[in-house]
């Protein structure tokens, strides 16, 4: 949802890939990147809309291991981005994540 006093309607384009590959029955590494390009419309009554275009992307790079039929774990690297047309909008942003699921 995005709202400002010219603009609160969006069209978002979007683009993805991504492979896995199973490694063994236990372990799988995906890979997925996004691509997107989003133009902020205007309002519905008329009003100038406001010619601010972003352009994001995001890259995801995960492992999932299985080393039992109760454990699962996981790893994951995520960068997204944003480049906008308007000034103090983009931003970069690195994410690591490492977790474990045990069900009894």
Same mark, same amino acid.
């Given at each position: 949802s995005y709202a400002t006093f010219n603009s609160n309607y969006s069209q978002t384009d979007r683009?993805?890939?991504? *492979?896995?590959?199973q490694i063994s029955q236990k372990s799988v590494i #995906?890979? #997925?990147?996004?691509?997107? #390009?989003?133009?902020?419309?205007?309002? *519905?009554?008329?009003?100038? *809309?406001?010619? #601010?275009?972003?352009?994001?992307?995001g890259t995801a790079l995960s492992f999932f291991w299985q080393p039992e039929r109760n454990l699962t774990c996981n790893a994951a690297w995520q960068n997204a981005a944003r480049a906008s047309n308007q000034t103090a909008l983009d931003y970069d942003s690195r994410q690591l994540t490492i977790s474990a699921q045990y069900n009894y």
């Open positions: 683009m993805s890939l991504g *492979p896995n590959w #995906r890979l #997925r990147q996004d691509w997107g #390009r989003t133009s902020y419309l205007g309002a *519905p009554t008329g009003a100038a *809309p406001s010619q #601010r275009i972003d352009n994001t992307r």
